[in-house]
């Protein structure tokens, strides 16, 4: 292959050698890991020598051997943040890189006679093997900050259980055109161009505005009342439009994302894309679903709009804010490829 890793037993469809299991471990920041430090520190701040969360007392320390350094003033302060918020970034990059190389390394994914084998680890080395016909549905997604080099990542919805879950990564770091090799290898098959895809219902998405703007807006009352009694607090009436303001943003987003996020079906595939900084779309074969359930609360009910579960043995499907007419259009379609599948032949493999 591209990576350098050698073609041998099964048709072999995606791999990673080293150099494209590093560069995936640069794009695996963990913010879990920062955290985590952040936790620590709170937590067992009293085995420190002092308090790391009063400035006095970084002050304090300043005015011994690095007398020179709080004497800059500001900047001083400005430089500390910078180098912690470096050491933070180079503990999540590292801390990314590792578990990467320690569960991706020797990246292989065949085609074999029984099904999809892949087998991938360092310490740790995994093999399963992934029957085709198992496989239920297909998800492909992709992260803000990998999406402008092009890398996206694929996984197989099936009934074959992969520790625990029914996600199964088959093409965790790759290009399209390494995925369509993979797509094409389940059986499945890509969005055409002129697939027919249809918005959400537009009243779902104001809905959805009003409801976030509602939650943020008594908050952001609450704190303006408490905080303009506090005269130690003169900037109290500002902090209170904080939340104010993260219910325009949250009202904006739920307008803006009405424009990308969408359904469609053809003869054999149903398909949802949501999504715009980080698209994902699902692809799930009709014949193979267990289920096609619509849902509607209070409000969905009164404006008209549902929401379309398909039943996956494992996983989930859901199609959000779809017009009440063409969730049931949509349910009929399904429902009538699912009464055409012979179930017994599916046991029978």
């Known amino acids: 292959s591209a990576d350098g890793v ?5 048709d072999l469809l995606f791999a990673m ?16 890991v920062v955290a985590a430090v952040g936790g620590f520190v709170g937590q067992f701040d009293f085995l420190l020598p ?12 300043f005015a011994g051997p690095g ?44 085609k074999t006679a029984k099904g999809l084998r892949r087998r991938r680890g360092l310490l740790t080395r995994t093999d399963v093997v992934m029957p085709v016909h198992r496989v239920q549905a297909l998800a492909i997604g992709t992260r803000i900050v990998r999406r402008p080099f092009g890398w996206h990542g694929l996984n197989v919805i099936s009934l074959a ?10 093409a965790p770091f790759a290009q399209m055109e390494e995925i369509e090799r ?15 895809w249809r918005r959400g219902s537009a009243k779902h998405r104001v809905d959805s505005a009003l409801i976030a703007f509602s939650i943020t807006l008594p908050i952001a009352l609450a704190a303006g009342l408490t ?29 803006f994302l009405w424009r990308f996020d969408r359904n469609a079906i053809d003869g054999v595939q149903i398909y949802s894309r949501h999504g715009w900084l980080a698209p994902r779309l699902t ?22 709009y549902a929401t379309l579960h398909l039943g996956l043995a494992g996983g989930s499907f859901s199609i959000e804010g779809v017009p009440l007419e063409r969730a049931r259009k949509l349910r009929r379609a399904v429902l009538k490829s699912i009464a055409q599948r012979d179930f017994s032949a599916v046991i029978a493999e």
Not at 6 to 10: A, D, I, N, R, V
Not at 87 to 109: D, K, S, Y
Not at 183 to 196: C, M, R, S, V, Y
Request: proline share 5%; glycine share 14%.
């Open 50 to 61: 002092f308090d790391v969360w009063e400035f006095e007392q970084w002050q304090a320390q």
């Open 6 to 10: 050698p073609e041998q037993g099964g």
């Open 67 to 110: 007398a020179w350094l709080s004497g800059l003033g500001f900047a001083a302060q400005v430089i500390g943040g910078m180098v912690l918020a470096l050491m933070l970034l180079a503990v999540g990059f590292a801390t990314g890189l590792a578990r990467t190389i320690l569960r991706e390394w020797g990246f292989r994914l065949e």
């Open 17 to 32: 050698g080293p150099r494209r299991v590093v560069t995936f471990g640069l794009f695996e920041f963990s913010l879990v």
């Open 161 to 170: 259980q992969d520790s625990g879950g029914a996600n199964h990564p088959v």
């Open 182 to 196: 993979v797509i094409a290898a389940t059986g499945f098959a890509a969005p055409d161009a002129d697939l027919d």
């Open 227 to 255: 905080l303009s009694r506090i005269p130690e607090a003169p900037v109290g009436a500002w902090i209170a439009v904080l939340p104010a303001l993260a219910g325009v943003v949250l009202a904006g987003r739920e307008a």
């Open 283 to 304: 692809i799930g074969a009709r014949e193979k679903l267990q289920s096609v359930e619509i849902a509607q609360g209070p409000i969905a009910r009164w404006r008209g």
